[in-house]
């Protein structure tokens, strides 16, 4: 700790001559030129120290914060950026669909189109339609339909010894 500070006392202070003292105690003020001061320190306004203390304040704050207050907490990324080969795929998509706008037409030869599978005539589609139909038919048909009968010979073979018979004569 310092001590305060202590007066001089008046036989430790320094003397001024005799002339000098009369010259000073019958100085004329009126005979000094006049002249204009400008301070050259301008103090800050009241504002300013306002503004300052807010920011002082503020920065205390900050430095000052007691972190082990905080919460812990998840964070969920509900708009990730897209990886490397979304991006990749999405300037080929890009390059394509600018070929396709920007193609220049004027470069392309003339050609004319020869048709080497002629498609056949009417006629001959309704008969490959009857055809499928007859066969859909065939493969569709269901015996469970058809009625039961009895069935009568009405002309028979001849027996084994009517052939022999035959043969012999």
């Known amino acids: 700790m310092s001590a305060a500070p202590v007066s001089p006392s008046l036989k430790d202070l320094p003397k001024v ?3 000098l003292k009369s010259q000073l105690e019958g100085f004329n003020h009126d005979n000094m030129k006049r002249a204009s001061t400008t ?9 300013d120290v306002a503004t300052e203390k807010t920011q002082k304040a503020l920065l205390e704050g900050v ?6 207050k905080l919460k812990h907490t998840e964070t ?8 490397k080969d ?10 394509l669909i600018s070929g396709v706008e920007g193609f220049d ?18 006629e001959a589609i309704e008969a490959e339609k009857g055809q499928q139909k007859l066969i859909e038919g065939i493969e569709n048909f269901d015996p469970k339909k058809l009625k039961h ?3 009568q010979e009405k002309n028979p073979l001849p027996t084994k010894e009517a052939i022999d018979q035959e043969k012999s004569a």
């Open 17 to 19: 001559a005799v002339d």
């Open 39 to 47: 301070e050259k320190n301008v103090l800050p306004t009241a504002e």
């Open 63 to 68: 430095e000052g914060f007691d972190t082990g």
């Open 76 to 83: 969920h990324e509900k708009n990730p950026l897209p990886d």
């Open 86 to 95: 979304a991006v990749m795929q999405e300037k080929v998509h890009q390059n």
């Open 105 to 122: 037409k004027a470069r392309m030869k003339h050609t004319t189109t020869q048709e080497k599978n002629v498609l056949p005539d009417p």
């Open 149 to 151: 009968t009895e069935t």
